[in-house]
């Protein structure tokens, strides 16, 4: 059974909006979105505020972590800026009918995703999944989702074919979806430290026929991989990144997402892999590296 939920906001400028929004993900938000004149929740003429979806329970830690870095970033004191914040109760229930009311079908390169009320008219060549939004992270909405979906078409289109993927993070378990339905001949393992996400993926793939294909759980028991997709955040990152360099394989590749921009040179410098690529989109920054076919 999923927890309840905390909704967490902040009045912020336009300018404001999505630096305050990257860092409520950053601080471990389940889910995101601005308010204003024009949304479904409508704010006042002349205000925005961003919205944190985080689990009931967890909301000192959150403020703990969020409100000295976003202080430091806009410019204000912390007493006062935390002054501003409002938390409200909200049930599944209430969560479950605003998705009904805003979440829609998306497209990132050849993959579709839709809710279960949706129906969709796929294109050739299409891959479609089915993916109710509940509080665990990874509908294909935010950035970093989208930019490891776009980065795993990348790796595929180049003739990378990988044949063992973890997926550290796995949070609806899409980008192990994703990957399934690229590489064929692979085995994935889908990891969560999130018991809730844990269930929420293993019903999602379970939904999509892929659980044959996709081990979903807690933890994972060490084994040698060629492709690592990592969408966390950067503390974690760092944390596991030895983890997953002394088990990937020489030519293997690592997909990091999650990171912010002024985060992305200490991540480069301190994995120390040859990078493939690094793109970015706003505030968020992707990097794959690659591990030499020669060792490293």
């Known amino acids: 059974m999923l927890n309840e939920w905390v909704e967490v906001s902040l009045p912020v400028t336009t300018e404001q909006e999505d630096e305050v ?11 995101v979105e601005v308010r204003d004149t024009t949304t479904l929740f409508a704010e006042d003429r002349g205000t925005t505020r961003v919205v944190a979806y985080i689990e009931q329970g967890t909301e000192k830690a959150f403020m703990d972590l969020l409100n000295p870095v976003l202080a430091a970033s806009l410019d204000q004191p912390e007493e006062e800026l935390a002054e501003r914040f409002r938390m409200l109760p909200i049930t599944r229930q209430e969560w479950n009918e605003f998705w009904k009311k805003t979440f829609d079908v998306q497209r990132i390169g050849h993959f579709v995703i839709r809710p279960s009320w949706k129906e969709v008219v ?8 089915v993916i109710d939004p509940g509080m665990a992270f990874g509908t294909g909405l935010h950035a970093t989702t989208r930019l490891v979906m776009e980065a795993i078409e990348q790796l595929h289109a180049s003739g990378f074919r990988p044949t063992r993927i973890l997926d550290m993070g796995a949070g609806t378990g899409i980008l192990s979806m994703a990957a399934a339905s690229l590489f064929p001949e692979a085995r994935i393992w889908a990891v969560d430290n999130d018991p809730d996400a844990v269930e929420t993926a293993a019903e999602v793939i379970a939904n999509n026929g892929l659980s044959d294909r ?11 991989v060629d492709l690592v997709l990592a969408n966390i955040q950067r503390d974690v990152l760092l944390e596991l990144n030895p983890l997953f360099q002394r088990n990937l394989d020489p030519g293997g590749r690592m997909v990091f997402s999650g990171i912010l921009n002024d985060q992305i040179d200490e991540i480069r410098e301190k994995t120390n892999l040859p990078v493939v690529r690094n793109w970015h989109e706003g505030e968020w920054e992707l990097v794959v590296f690659e591990k030499p076919a020669t060792g490293g």
Do not use: C, H, N, R
């Open 21 to 31: 929004a990257a860092l409520f993900v950053w601080a471990g938000a389940m889910g």
């Open 122 to 129: 796929p294109e050739p060549g299409d891959t479609v999944f």
């Open 214 to 224: 996709i081990q979903v759980g807690l933890s994972w028991s060490e084994a040698p």
